[in-house]
Structures are given as C-alpha cells and as structure tokens.
C-alpha cells in the first residue's frame, strides 16, 4: 500500500477544503475536519480521512445540511433534546454536549436525545468530552441494517456502536468505543481495502457461509454481533435507546428512509451523563484509581482509551493511503 504523509495541520486543511468546496459552511467544515485530524491522530483510521469521500456523497445529493443550525430544548431540568435538522452529528455535539454536562451537574444525572442528524464518526470524542468535564458518560447510536442478530443470516440492527468514559481528574479519562457487531464496518471495509483477512467469526457471505474475506462481508454479506447472543441483546438495547427511546428510528426504519447515496443516514443518539460527586461523594476518584491500580497490576493489561491517548503525544506527520489522498483531493 503506497503512502503519502502529512501532517495535522495539512490533515485539517485536506478535509476543511473538501467539506466547504461540497457545500459546508466554515463552523461545519472546521468541527468535522477537527474531528478527521483527530481520529488520524489517535490512529482511529477507519474514522478518520476514510470517511470524508462518504460525507462528501451525502451533502453533493442535498441528504446532508451542510450549513444548518440544530435546535436545542431543554424538555425538563434532567432532559436536553435536539433536533438535529439533518446537521452533521459533530455539529450537533458541539451544541448539545455544554448543555448537558450543565445539566448532569446540576441535577446529578442528565440525558441529551438526539433526532435527525448524521453520526459515521468515531462515538468516543462525546463521551471523552463529557468525562474531561468530570462526568461519566455513556452514548449510543443506530445506523442501518448490517448485522444479523444471533440465529439469523439477514441484517436487522446497525453496527450499533456505545461507548462509555469515566473521569480521572489531572489524568486522561477511561474511555471505550466498540461496535456491538464483531468488527465495525469501517474497519471491515478498511481491511478489504487493503488485502488483510478478518478473523473468523466477523460475518457471513450473502449466502449465509462465515468468511474471511472482508468483501465478502462489505458487499451483500452481513456482519455477526459479538459474542452470539450476548452482543445480539446489547445492539437490541441500542435500537431502543437510540430509536425509541429518543424518538427516532430503529436501523430498518432509517433504511427505508435513506436514499442510499453512500452517505451516513439521519438517525438517532442517546447520551447519559452522570454527575459521580453527586452520586458518590468526594471519595469516588481515589476508589476508581485504586481499582484501576488493581487491574493494571494482573499483567500486561491496557486500560481503555491509553492506546489512542499514548498516539495523541505524538503530533508528527501521519501516514495516509495514496489512494485515499487522491480521491479526496479531487472532490474539492
């Protein structure tokens, strides 16, 4: 795989360019591209530069509001929704997340319900927000259909990605992002991308068969939930957070809505923050870091969220695929 590299700066400035030249305003383009940067950064590849053609495909088609503004009400004191008014989710975020984080230390817990907007970024950028506040957080959000839910050989539930962040004041939160399927899409579609293998258990074919093969699975196959019916049940509780219980879509739903222009569909987001001087008192971050003390002390065990925070200290260049590069250079 040829490579070409560049910098941060030249990572934002890419990404900006193409996002304002496709129909973006400048506050738009700057919290997506700062969003792109870091995802790069944090080597969270398949969230980063690899997402911007598809941004790119939903705004060109008119699905994608590249210049609105998202509305945000406060329904009671615990109880933020937005209205998303097809915005970029990021767009969105960064309205919505001061609001409750307001709202969670005021009153100890707090929900923020998200309608109409278009979420294909990594999840951890709002629950790392919210935990660098002091807060734990937790979020979640639907798609459409590409996985099957255990027994079945059809999709019915997105990717359905949560992620969790607990606060360590004067350290880099704990912080974890997964799909509920055994691999996200990206990451699936990246390994297609570039010839690597996924392990067994990651999908079907469109025939039903598991695979190996990556394009097997990207294209008509489906996507296994992680650990059988376990994971099955948590992407289950996904579909209701982030459709029901918001007010939105569950991922078929958002499906039959979509016009398939390769770009992220509308769709729904949870987020929950919980205030842990509230909950817990003063004493809640010395028996968390003991905890974690403990953890780290069983072995070569890795807390969540250190891989990307350790790559977040190095702010060289980053090695881009060429082809990646090239493409998104002739959309702008």
Known sequence: MSTVSLTLDEI????????????CNDETA??????????????????????????VSGLKSGKINGKGTPEVKRISPSVIKIEGNNCLAPVVLNKGLPELAKAAKENGVAVLAINNSHHMAAMWPETEKLAEDGLVAFACTSYKPAV??????KPLFGTNPISFAWPRPGK???????????????EVQVAKREGHKVPLGTGLTKDGKETTDPGEIADGGVLLPFGGYKGSAIAMMVELMAGALVGD????????????????????????????????GTSWQKHSDEFFDKMKSMGDVRLPGERRHKNRQDTGPRNINEELVNKIKSLS
């Open 12 to 23: 934002f400035n890419l990404a900006k360019k193409t996002l304002v030249a496709n129909g």
């Open 30 to 55: 700057s919290i997506l591209s700062e969003l792109i940067k870091n995802a790069e950064r944090d080597g969270s590849l398949s969230h980063g530069l690899f997402r911007l053609p598809a941004y």
């Open 148 to 153: 099957a839910p255990a027994g079945a050989i």
């Open 172 to 186: 880099t939160p704990v912080v974890y992002d997964m799909a509920t399927a055994s691999m996200a899409m990206g």
């Open 249 to 280: 879509n569950f991922s078929y739903e958002t499906a039959e809505k979509d016009n398939n222009d390769g770009g992220p569909p509308s769709g729904g987001e949870f987020i929950l923050a919980i205030c842990p001087d509230k909950t817990a």
